[in-house]
């Protein structure tokens, strides 16, 4: 049996209450989900500015009315402190993912990413240690390897940062090893690797790529690939970011506090295999589904060439095993993608 399975087990006979922030987006959803369909009380805030009411809508559709019941809701911003205070109120574990995503929207407008990973994220953490709260689990990126050729990464080892988004998160880390280190919250970083899977959205102009791909070829519109397609990503499946979450919300492992963690898979796929993946599924699920071919256009600013997780160090010191690679959790999403892109077409 393994860690994760072990806790699941222990969810079941011992419940905490999880503030989950950007509760009503895609990783803050799925998160909010897994945690009320095993025991536990969550509350929940979120300003909308990246999540959707239709997520918090299709959360209580899936636990159920009842289970629903131990899931409180806060309309609110975490660049304000109040908010933060009372979504920290009677809180034993956080799992911080409020964000505004996306290196090309922070090359774009600095000041208002900053606004929300940096001032929010340092409201939280502030408000987390004021109410007393022990874990702090937030989210961190892959970006913070910067320009390292390095492959597989390797959390010690960093190289210079190529974009707004990318110091902020790592400013992130750095906060959290302080407050680890002076306050004694227990902080871990996440370090996510270009995650996927149900309710990502495939909306606006920082849309993530799988879902915006799968988009435009269901619609016949051209799909522009950045370069050469030979960019390569370490892509994770939305069900191994939940169980790194719930594991380094529960560890009892003291040598994880105030470090960052890979969470991926240890695998690599370049863009132009990622477009025949997709394509391939397509062909297997909508009938009369034409493959087309992608449209090559220049490499984008501040985007990183390879990316590739060396997962040891969350393997080791808290039983991360990722369940899921790029095929697999392919197989599971596509049908998600294509019932989400039906229903868009229906409104």
């Not at 009372?86 to 600095?110: K, M, T, Y």
């Not at 408000?127 to 961190?140: L, P, Q």
């Not at 690679?325 to 993608?337: C, F, L, T």
Request: net charge negative; aromatic share 10%; with cysteine.
């Amino acid at each position: 049996m393994t860690a994760f399975e072990q806790l699941k087990l222990r969810l079941q006979q011992e419940q905490k209450t999880w503030l989950v922030t950007g509760c009503a987006g895609f990783i803050g959803s799925n998160l909010t989900e897994f945690l009320l369909m095993h025991h536990q009380n969550v509350v929940g805030i979120d300003n909308f500015s990246n999540g959707f009411q239709h997520n918090l809508d299709d959360v209580r559709a899936c636990v159920g009315t009842e289970t629903a019941k131990r899931f409180r809701f806060i309309e609110g911003d975490i660049a304000d402190l109040t908010a933060c205070q009372e979504a920290c109120n009677g809180v034993d574990i956080v799992l911080h993912q409020a964000a505004l995503g996306s290196v090309p929207r922070s090359i774009a407008d600095p000041i208002t990413s900053n606004r929300s990973n940096i001032t929010g994220f340092l409201n939280m953490m502030t408000a987390a240690k004021d109410a007393g709260i022990k874990r702090f689990v937030y989210a961190s990126s892959s970006s913070v390897y910067g320009d390292s050729k390095e492959l597989p990464k390797v959390e010690a080892r960093t190289g210079n940062l190529l974009s707004p988004y990318s110091v902020m998160k790592k400013t992130n880390e750095l906060y959290g090893d302080v407050f680890w280190r002076t306050y004694g919250l227990e902080t871990i970083g996440l370090r996510y690797f270009n995650v996927f899977g149900r309710r990502q959205t495939p909306d606006g102009a920082y849309a993530a790529v799988i879902p915006k791909w799968i988009g435009s070829l269901l619609t016949g519109e051209d799909v522009f690939i950045n370069g050469d397609g030979e960019t390569s990503r370490d892509f994770t499946y939305i069900d191994n970011v939940i169980q790194m979450n719930v594991l380094a919300g529960l560890t009892d492992n003291g040598k994880a506090f105030g470090e960052a963690f890979n969470v991926a898979v240890g695998g690599r796929n370049t863009l132009n295999e990622l477009y025949d993946l997709i394509s391939e599924e397509l062909m297997k699920h909508v009938e009369g589904f034409q493959r087309k071919e992608a449209v090559y256009r220049d490499f984008r600013p501040g985007d990183i060439r390879h990316s590739n997780a060396d997962i040891t160090k969350a393997k080791t010191l808290v039983g991360f095993e990722p369940t899921h690679d790029i095929y697999r959790g392919m197989q599971q999403a596509i049908e998600w993608y294509i019932k989400d892109f039906e229903k868009r077409r229906e409104r």
